[in-house]
Each structure stands twice: as structure tokens, then as C-alpha cells.
């Protein structure tokens, strides 16, 4: 069983629905975090939450709604998205988000917008 | 701001043969650590080896070692005796504060 785990593995959506991405961690880490990963660019962290609270907000388009309802749940609420919104999103947890340890990361997200 | 380059965008290697990929990083920061990911193309990132900015060391995880050169800002992954699995996107990354700051990856592809 892996440490972090996301749901769905793959999404198609049309630009009206909404739709939500979950992540899941087993490692009892304290921080969560969301990136996007496009074709051909660097990951792009998206939020940063430490204990349940959100303290990183990477100027990410509001159609894009974070949710940390808990130190080992988090969520990503979409709405009204853009074709340019397709990528690979990507959850990640540390044991403490300023210290210099590894970020475990899911599978991933495969988003498609139509 | 920090910054990690990665200029190889692709690399061949054969099988048994070691690679190294290269990473250079910017930051005014005194502390700060590098960390090396492969991600295959099932889509996870895989944490590799770190690289702690005081560690005298060089960082040696089985068959991945980092080549870190503090004062040339440079921090390069060698793989030895590349395996078939080893086919994969491999990132450099560096931490500053919150955020993580990812090169834009090197593809490896071993031949047998």
C-alpha cells in the first residue's frame, strides 16, 4: 500500500462540471500539499497546508478550491475549468513542511478538460 | 527566489553503464536542501537520495549517489549500473521555505 493515495487515477471533465480530486496519506505526516504538472514544464506547487491550516496559496486561479478537512485527507474542488487546466495533478505529504525532508508524492491525477 | 537548471533533456545509457544528470541551483539561502525524484511514466514521483547544504558528505542511496559541489552551486545524480527500470524522468529539486522548486527533468532511456 503506498503512503499517499489519490483518487481518481484519471478525470475527464467538461468546463461546467464540478468534480473533486482526493488525496489520502498513511504516513502521519503534518503537511499536505497540491502541484501541477503540465506537459513540458516544471511542477508547480499549487497549496501548502501544515497542520490543517493553508499557508502556502501559489496565486492559483480560484476555480480551484482547496479543502484540508484533516491532517491525512485532502482535497482539491474544481469548477468552471479551462482546456489549459489539463494536466497531471500531483498530492504530496511531509512530516514538516519547512524542514528539509522528502516529500512523499501519489500517483497522481490524470486531468482531462474537454 | 531560487532557481534549479537542468540542461540535459534527454540521455541514452546502456545497460550496467553508469549516468550522471546534472543539476545547478541559485538561492541566497544558507540552508536548504536538494533532493533528487524519478518520476516513470506510470506518473508517480519517487523520492531518490537528499542533499543537505551543511552535510559534508556527498549523499549515497544504493546505486544513486550525489555529486555535490557547494561552491559551484552544482549537485548531479550519478546512477550506477543503469538497470532496464531505470527508464524514467528524473528531477532536481530544492527546498526554500514551503515550497519545493523542481528542474524541468532529464529523460533517461537504457538500452540493453
Known amino acids: 500500500e503506498t503512503g499517499v493515495t489519490q483518487t481518481p487515477r484519471h478525470l475527464v471533465m467538461g468546463m461546467t462540471n464540478k468534480k473533486s480530486l482526493k488525496c489520502e496519506q498513511h504516513?502521519?505526516?503534518?503537511?499536505m500539499y497540491w502541484y501541477k504538472q503540465s506537459a513540458k514544464k516544471p511542477l508547480e506547487l499549487m497549496f501548502v497546508?501544515?497542520?490543517?491550516?493553508?499557508?502556502e496559496n501559489n496565486s492559483v486561479p480560484s476555480r480551484f478550491s482547496p479543502e484540508c478537512p484533516n491532517s491525512s485527507h485532502l482535497f482539491l474542488h474544481l469548477h468552471t475549468l479551462q482546456p489549459e487546466d489539463s494536466a497531471l495533478y500531483l498530492c504530496?505529504?511531509?512530516?514538516?513542511?519547512?524542514?528539509?525532508?522528502?516529500?512523499?508524492f501519489g500517483d497522481g491525477t490524470r486531468l482531462s478538460i474537454l | 527566489a531560487q532557481k534549479i537548471t537542468q540542461t540535459q533533456p534527454g540521455m541514452f545509457v546502456q545497460e550496467k553503464e553508469a549516468v550522471t544528470l546534472d543539476c545547478t541551483y541559485d538561492?541566497?539561502?544558507?540552508?536548504?536542501?536538494l533532493f533528487w525524484y524519478k518520476q516513470p511514466s506510470s506518473g508517480e514521483m519517487i523520492f531518490l537520495i537528499y542533499?543537505?547544504?551543511?552535510?559534508?558528505q556527498n549523499a549515497t542511496e544504493g546505486r544513486y549517489s550525489l555529486n555535490f559541489q557547494k561552491a559551484r552551486k552544482s549537485a548531479n545524480l550519478v546512477i550506477s549500473a543503469s538497470q532496464l527500470g531505470d527508464s524514467a524522468m528524473y528531477f532536481c529539486?530544492?527546498?526554500?521555505?514551503?515550497?519545493?522548486?523542481f528542474g524541468a527533468g532529464t529523460t533517461v532511456t537504457v538500452r540493453a
Open positions: 504530496a505529504s511531509s512530516q514538516d513542511p519547512q524542514a528539509n525532508q522528502p516529500q512523499h
Open positions: 542533499q543537505g547544504s551543511y552535510d559534508e
Open positions: 497546508y501544515s497542520l490543517e491550516e493553508r499557508v
Open positions: 538561492t541566497s539561502d544558507q540552508s536548504y536542501g
Open positions: 529539486a530544492m527546498r526554500g521555505g514551503y515550497k519545493l522548486s
Open positions: 504516513l502521519g505526516h503534518n503537511a
